[in-house]
């Protein structure tokens, strides 16, 4: 594979001072392979959880109080009787509007800005490079200095509401321990809803952002020990942040999935209790 044009000019692998080689990597490994993976997990992700947003089936189950999270707040008089937990803040929504659509842009903002998900579709999306020892093909790197990767920045903002969200979910899955004749049931609805929500939880609080927020600007942590022992938590989920990331991507569907089999009638929920 031959490395882009060399004008002489440029950043990078093509930075004046650089060696002059002109293949555009000597690895012979599969180098490709993790972006390739990447690419087409969070494809499937994105085109699983498109569809389902759009498409109001199968969201709720009556009887068991399962919501799905991709329908979560449900504010809005088109929502199915009693999915609407918070109320009714909107009138009809035209099919083109999801019914999650007031917390799904922040959650898609916080995923895009998230600094694990940067590095993986800089990578296998903008080959931006691809992998360690493989040129990029862009000429110039401006980084996220400008417009519009300058957007970036505003993770943290992400990072608050997305611990709003968590409440929200973590609202869902408690008003699920609900049983068919009413008061308190269990099923294996309760379990899938409740792992997803520990793991998000797990994921939004090992963010970059919340390392920040917890133990950042802080001259002497022996001042302050009790965010000291708090950032030292967070610091350790923070280490399996690319892992929960992925973990959570695949709760969702696997929530949601569930929630749609049930709420469709495909399959009955496994009751442990009424
Ligand atoms: Fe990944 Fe904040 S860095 S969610």
Redesign the pocket.
Known sequence: MSAPADNGVGTGVRAPKRARIAERTLRTDRWWLQPLLTVLGLSAFIIYATVRSFVRTAYWVPDYHYLTPFYSPCLSTSCVEGSSHFGHWFGDLPGFIPLGFVVLPFLLG??L?????RKAYYRSVWFSPPACAVAEPHAKYTGETRLPLIIQNV?RYF?YV?LIVSLVNTYDAITAFHGKTGGFGFGLGNVILLANVILLWA??L?????RHVTGGRLKHFSKHPVRYWIWTQVTKLNTR?MTL?WTTLGTLVLTDFYVMLVASGAIADLRFVN
């Not at 800005?113 to 998900?117: D, F, P, V």
């Open positions: 916080f995923r800005t998230c600094y694990y998900y993770h990072f997305a994921y939004t090992s963010c970059h952002s919340c942040h990331a």
